[in-house]
């Protein structure tokens, strides 16, 4: 069965910056696209970041220019660099294959306020 942990979240100022890292394990990790989805209170869960196992990359809008998504098939992790926080990226944040057919993780938490 595959396990996913995210970590790194925290609470940080307008402007400041974190980085998210997933390890899964359980899995070939190589052989998956995986991307970062996020969820906000009282919002559906969406995706916002995604690389596939050739290395193409795509961000949603919300987020593009200020996310960088990245893998190391070697450490089963895949993180996710957030600059230039904004009030509006509070959310859970979850990490998952894409299309996400695995089990979420519990996520971590990313507060962006001052």
């Known amino acids: 069965q595959v396990q996913l942990v995210e970590s790194g979240g925290g609470l940080v100022q307008p402007g400041g910056s974190l980085k998210l890292s997933c390890a899964a394990s359980?899995?070939?990790?190589?052989?998956?696209?995986m991307g970062w989805y996020r969820q906000a209170p009282g919002k559906q869960r969406e995706l916002v970041a995604s690389?596939?196992?050739?290395?193409?990359?795509n961000y949603a809008d919300s987020v593009k220019g200020r996310f960088t998504i990245s893998r190391d098939n070697a450490k089963n992790t895949v993180y996710l660099q957030m600059n230039n926080l904004k009030p509006e990226d509070t959310a859970g944040y979850y990490c998952?294959?894409?299309?996400?057919?695995?089990?979420w993780g519990k996520g971590t938490l990313v507060t962006v306020s001052s």
């Open positions: 690389i596939t196992t050739d290395g193409r990359i």
């Open positions: 998952n294959q894409v299309p996400a057919l695995w089990y």
């Open positions: 359980g899995t070939i990790f190589r052989f998956y696209g």
